[in-house]
């Protein structure tokens, strides 16, 4: 793992929701909290096997895997389930590309899929967490976004109207919540 060391103890006693924490940055951040002290990382993803590798790999990190599609309210609600009624932390990392189309040939399919999974599911997974967060008086959220949103790059023009609503949903959670303890920021990584 890349970076800088561990900070032992930085998330001790911590529930976290990883979604994406199969692969790429997801399984990082997952790994990552578990190594700096959390207690319990609910970690979404769509791959049996990923997660199971995952487990497999770190037994004993205190991973609580869930297997859906966190684009479905039905896979949402046994995400936050599986916290078990107290969400420190939520790092929205799951999310797909486009296959890099342009306006022009871009298909309903691919723009309602897109934005299912790189819009709508942040959305209904920080629904779903603000109430644990505003009884607790605390909470962090991370959206992961993308350098697509801040500048023309070679993503497809439906990831990066996906990256760019990313952006306005935390900036507007940030916003409403600020006066509640509960933090909300977005990460815009390059190529990954």
């Given at each position: 793992m890349s970076g800088h060391a561990p900070i032992e103890g930085r998330f001790a006693g911590q529930t976290v929701i990883v979604t994406g924490a199969g692969s790429g940055i997801g399984r990082a951040t997952a790994v990552r909290l578990a190594m700096e002290?959390?207690?319990?990382?609910?970690?979404?993803?769509?791959?049996?096997?990923?997660?199971?590798?995952?487990?497999?790999?770190?037994?004993?990190?205190?991973?609580?895997?869930?297997?859906?599609?966190?684009?479905r309210e039905d896979a949402v609600q046994a995400v936050v389930a599986a916290a078990d009624g107290r969400v420190d932390a939520l790092a929205n990392v799951a999310g797909i590309m486009?296959?890099?189309?342009?306006?022009?040939?871009?298909?309903?399919?691919?723009?309602?899929?897109?934005?299912?999974?790189?819009?709508?599911?942040?959305?209904?997974?920080?629904?779903?967490?603000?109430?644990?967060?505003?009884?607790?008086?605390?909470?962090?959220?991370?959206?992961?976004?993308s350098e697509a949103s801040l500048t023309a790059s070679a993503s497809g023009a439906t990831y990066a109207a996906s990256k760019h609503a990313v952006n306005g949903f935390t900036q507007s959670t940030a916003l409403f919540y600020r006066t509640q303890g509960i933090r909300a920021n977005a990460v815009a990584p390059g190529a990954v």
């Open positions: 002290g959390a207690a319990r990382v609910v970690a979404a993803d769509v791959s049996v096997r990923r997660l199971e590798d995952l487990v497999a790999e770190f037994p004993g990190a205190g991973f609580v895997p869930v297997v859906g599609d966190v684009s486009d296959r890099f189309l342009p306006p022009g040939e871009i298909d309903d399919e691919t723009w309602e899929r897109v934005f299912a999974v790189n819009v709508t599911s942040i959305m209904r997974l920080t629904r779903a967490v603000l109430p644990l967060m505003q009884a607790a008086g605390k909470g962090a959220i991370v959206n992961i976004s």
